[in-house]
């Protein structure tokens, strides 16, 4: 079975500060990776994904992650917080045949400090 | 934009009614879910296809049941809903290919009373 665990459901940055979000995952088999942003009212996007290929993984609006075997993480980085970053980040977890079932974490909700 | 639409967007119900959501792609993708949102607990996986009348369970299909019968529409429907029922409902489609990525749709909030 596969898991996903955020650490930290809510987490604050001032605007320019580096952004970290906390993603530890279990599996049996290798996975995918993947992280998705949900802004208010509104469905899922994917910000970035590890697919086997690269272990440092970038996405979009300037967000990376790098995929750490030894340590089962996939943490969510960006150099400078933006107002505009404010919104939820959730982790996700899958196998890599099959149907793509993903397992996700709890989310962590970003608040931007002016 | 994956073309994927949820209707209705919102609904009011009561407890012991059926309801049937709808998920309607555009563009034929042959894998679509169906997953619920719920605070402390993400996103989980209720029911997925992988084509025309092929259906799965996922982690918490109790109490709902899916149909595919055209490539484009995925049905879930909540025979007697219940108050832990009451959720966002989101629809996601796998793009294939060099993509291999799942796009989610608007979601579907459901209140039961």
């Known amino acids: 079975a596969q898991s996903v665990t955020q650490l930290g459901s809510h987490v604050s940055v001032s605007e320019g500060a580096l952004v970290l979000l906390r993603c530890n995952y279990s599996s049996s088999v290798p996975p995918y990776l993947f992280w998705y942003v949900q802004y208010p009212n509104q469905g899922l996007q994917l910000l970035l994904k590890?697919?086997?290929?690269?272990?440092l993984v970038k996405g979009i609006n300037g967000f990376e992650a790098e995929f750490k075997k030894s340590e089962t993480s996939f943490h969510l980085t960006k150099p400078s917080a933006h107002m505009s970053d404010a919104a939820e980040y959730f982790c996700a977890v899958s196998e890599i045949q099959g149907a793509q079932k993903l397992v996700f974490g709890q989310g962590t909700r970003l608040t931007i400090n002016p | 934009d994956a073309g994927i639409t949820q209707s209705p967007r919102h609904k009011v119900t009561e407890t012991g009614t059926p309801v049937t959501l709808r998920c309607h792609q555009t563009e034929n993708h042959r894998y679509m879910y169906w997953y619920r949102q719920d605070p402390g607990h993400g996103l989980r996986l209720i029911h997925y296809?992988?084509?025309?009348?092929?259906?799965d369970k996922g982690e918490v299909s109790d109490g709902y049941s899916v149909s595919r019968s055209k490539t484009e529409d995925f049905l879930l429907t909540l025979e007697s809903a219940t108050s832990s029922q009451t959720s966002v409902y989101f629809c996601a489609i796998k793009e294939g290919g060099r993509t291999d990525t799942q796009y989610f749709g608007p979601g579907t909030r459901l209140t039961v009373l």
């Open positions: 296809s992988y084509g025309v009348k092929d259906t």
């Open positions: 590890y697919t086997s290929a690269a272990t």
